[in-house]
């Protein structure tokens, strides 16, 4: 996806273990996203950001972190994986933060085994 | 392909049909929409959007019909092909926070 890159693609932690996936964009947009997709649900907001170092909880928000620190960088942190966070997760960008305008990365496959 | 794909209801349509797809809606206070594509291993893309002061609004072979009396969204691909197969779904907002509300989807699945 142009402009929006998420790293890794994939991996597989053990419970109990710190996991930090990150999304980086190149499109200088003030806001990011991050989303979990799951059988059964839509996708559902974890955490987001309006501007640098401001952050703010999502719908699903528990045992996850994130940081902002630049403007081209979101970092999603696990602090302590657990099975049940096992799922695809998304970043996504947007210029306006309206519903409008959503780019979303490739996604990160995480298995927590 | 991704998993979560495997508990979507699923729409079987030939090559060359029409197919259509549904969408209920949640907050009748919701006044944009939009419909996302999302192929195998790939993240959602936009495909096309609709105000609620519009009740159709048409794209390149796809089409949106709203109906806000019964909260009901639809989307119809026109002369469907092969690489229209991925899992679509709706999205509504603002939403609670001003945040988007997406979807489950449905995974179409394009019959030779």
């Known amino acids: 996806d142009a402009g929006i890159t998420q790293s890794p693609r994939h991996k597989v932690t053990e419970t109990g273990t710190p996991v930090t996936l990150r999304c980086h964009q190149t499109?200088?947009?003030?806001?990011m996203y991050w989303y979990r997709q799951d059988p059964g649900h839509g996708l559902r907001l974890i955490h987001y950001?309006?501007?640098?170092?401001?952050?703010d909880k999502g719908e699903v928000s528990d045992g996850y972190s994130v940081s902002r620190s630049k403007t081209e960088d979101f970092l999603l942190t696990l602090e302590s994986a657990t099975s049940s966070q096992t799922s695809v997760y998304f970043c996504?960008?947007?210029?306006?933060?309206?519903?409008?305008?959503?780019?979303f990365g490739s996604g990160t496959r995480l298995t927590v085994v | 392909g991704e998993s979560v794909g495997l508990h979507l209801p699923t729409l079987s349509v030939q090559e060359g049909d029409n197919s259509i797809i549904n969408c209920a809606y949640s907050?009748?206070?919701?006044?944009?929409f939009i419909w996302y594509k999302q192929e195998s291993g790939k993240g959602p893309q936009f495909i096309i959007d609709?105000?609620?002061?519009?009740d159709k609004r048409q794209g390149q072979r796809v089409t949106v019909l709203l109906n806000k009396t019964v909260k009901h969204l639809s989307l119809q691909i026109a002369a469907t092909q092969p690489g229209d197969s991925a899992v679509y779904f709706c999205?509504?907002?603002?939403?609670?926070?001003?945040?988007?509300?997406f979807g489950k989807g449905t995974r179409l699945h394009i019959l030779p």
């Open positions: 609709i105000r609620s002061n519009m």
């Open positions: 950001s309006y501007g640098v170092k401001d952050t």
């Open positions: 999205a509504e907002g603002p939403g609670r926070d001003d945040k988007i509300i």
């Open positions: 907050n009748s206070a919701s006044d944009y």
């Open positions: 996504a960008i947007s210029e306006s933060g309206q519903i409008y305008g959503y780019t």
């Open positions: 499109e200088n947009h003030r806001y």
